[in-house]
Nanobody, 114 residues
Framework: QVQLRESGGGLVQPGGSLRLSCVAS????????MAWYRQAPEKQRELVAN???????YYADSGKGRFTISRDVAKNTVYLQMNSLIPEDTAVYYC????????WGQGTQVIVSS
């Protein structure tokens, strides 16, 4: 059973940056496209970005040009570099496979506020 552990969130001022990490235990995780999702208060969870096995990426409009997803297959780790953060980015961020194959982890809280 793959377990996901997200980290790297925190409180940041508008315009700031954060780098989120997601470690997936279990070697099966390296076989699938991985993604970052987020859930803001009183909103549904939404896809932020995903990265395929071949390294190709997709970004939702909300993060296009500001976020960068990457992965280190050897470390079973997926990253989300977030720049030029705005208050609307405030949410709990989660990773999972693009097909949401694994149990959700605890997520990591991102708060963008002055």
């Amino acid at each position: 059973q793959v377990q996901l552990r997200e980290s790297g969130g925190g409180l940041v001022q508008p315009g700031g940056s954060l780098r989120l990490s997601c470690v997936a235990s279990g070697s099966m995780a390296r076989l699938y496209a991985m993604a970052w999702y987020r859930q803001a208060p009183e909103k549904q969870r939404e896809l932020v970005a995903n990265i395929a096995r071949d390294g190709s990426t997709y970004y939702a409009d909300s993060g296009k040009g500001r976020f960068t997803i990457s992965r280190d297959v050897a470390k079973n780790t997926v990253y989300l570099q977030m720049n030029s953060l705005i208050p609307e980015d405030t949410a709990v961020y989660y990773c999972n496979s693009l097909s949401i194959l694994y149990p959700w982890g605890q997520g990591t809280q991102v708060i963008v506020s002055s």
